[in-house]
């Protein structure tokens, strides 16, 4: 299973797929949380490197997605949408620590929350760049950001704790 945020309206899509003789089946997806209907779904390969072709059973309407480097892009009528992976690993330790710590070594983009402010589950809060892949990490919880452990431009260790959260009740 793997989280994907929508860079064009910041929809997280969670997709789970296994590898078939003939390409991909996707077991589950949702947006937002919302389960999506993929029984007509066929997902194939096209033989062109890191390019995927959807088929949605209504009238066999395509969706082509392209890995260029590390960034997926999808094409669908007439509209481009880039996507990035959000990286859950940031969150293992939090129940433990009650901070995101970081998923690899990288580099801190952008800081998109600052101490005091209210945030909620699923919201980015900060951008890591690894291995020349932007990673969105997202809060796991309603809550309120406690201690930022990090700035821009700053190196981080895999495991550092990055930003503290105090929960809501």
């Known amino acids: 299973m793997k989280d994907f945020i929508n860079h064009q309206d910041d929809s997280k899509w969670t997709v789970a797929a296994v590898q078939s003789d003939v390409g991909y089946t996707a077991l589950r997806v949702s947006v937002d949380g919302e389960p999506v209907n993929v029984?007509?779904?066929?997902?194939?390969?096209?033989?062109?490197?890191?390019?995927?072709?959807?088929n949605r059973g209504e009238g066999d309407e395509n969706i082509v997605l392209v890995k260029v480097g590390d960034v997926w892009w999808i094409h669908h009528n007439g509209h481009t949408s880039r996507v990035s992976v959000v990286e859950?690993?940031?969150q293992s330790t939090f129940e433990q620590s009650g901070g995101l710590t970081s998923p690899m070594p990288g580099k801190i983009l952008s800081l998109l929350s600052s101490v005091g402010e209210s945030v909620n589950a699923g919201q980015t809060l900060l951008i890591l760049e690894a291995m020349k892949m932007e990673n969105r990490i997202c809060s796991p919880v309603d809550g309120v950001v406690t201690t930022i452990h990090c700035e821009v431009g700053t190196q981080v260790n895999q495991g550092a704790i990055l930003i503290e959260i105090e929960e809501s009740e």
């Not at 029984?39 to 959807?54: A, F, Q």
Request: proline share 0%; hydrophobic share 35%; no cysteine.
């Open 88 to 90: 859950a690993g940031a």
């Open 39 to 54: 029984e007509e779904w066929n997902i194939s390969t096209t033989g062109i490197n890191e390019e995927i072709t959807l």
